[in-house]
């Protein structure tokens, strides 16, 4: 593409000289043009950004799955952890004594006292 490009203004420079071509006639090249080579310009380099980012998250997803392992692991720890602390929170209630159901300092009194 670039050699037919250096042709074509090779041609042009060869015709603007021998005066075959008036190049105040020729005008400015329309927008149109030079819009599309900017848009094709911001496309190639969009492209090249996606890529870059393809590769990044490519490299990345090891990691994310290392992380999510360990979040998952530290949760099941800590639902662990809470049922340990209310088994023992209800077992603590139920092993301490209570006043009237025969604990020290109750009505019913110890067996040590009766004999007396």
Known sequence: ?????????TEWAEMVQGELV????VGVVPDVYTDNQ???TELKSAQRERED???A???AAPAL???QRARDLHRLQHKRVVQERTRLTEEMGRLQPRPGRGGKGGKGGSAASSEI
């Not at 593409?1 to 203004?9: H, K, P, S, V």
């Not at 008036?22 to 006639?25: I, L, S, T």
């Open 65 to 67: 799955v290392k992380v």
């Open 38 to 40: 900017r848009l094709d």
């Open 57 to 59: 998250a490519s490299a």
């Open 22 to 25: 008036d190049a105040a006639e």
């Open 1 to 9: 593409m670039t050699r037919t490009l250096d042709c074509f203004q």
């Open 53 to 55: 980012y393809r590769l």
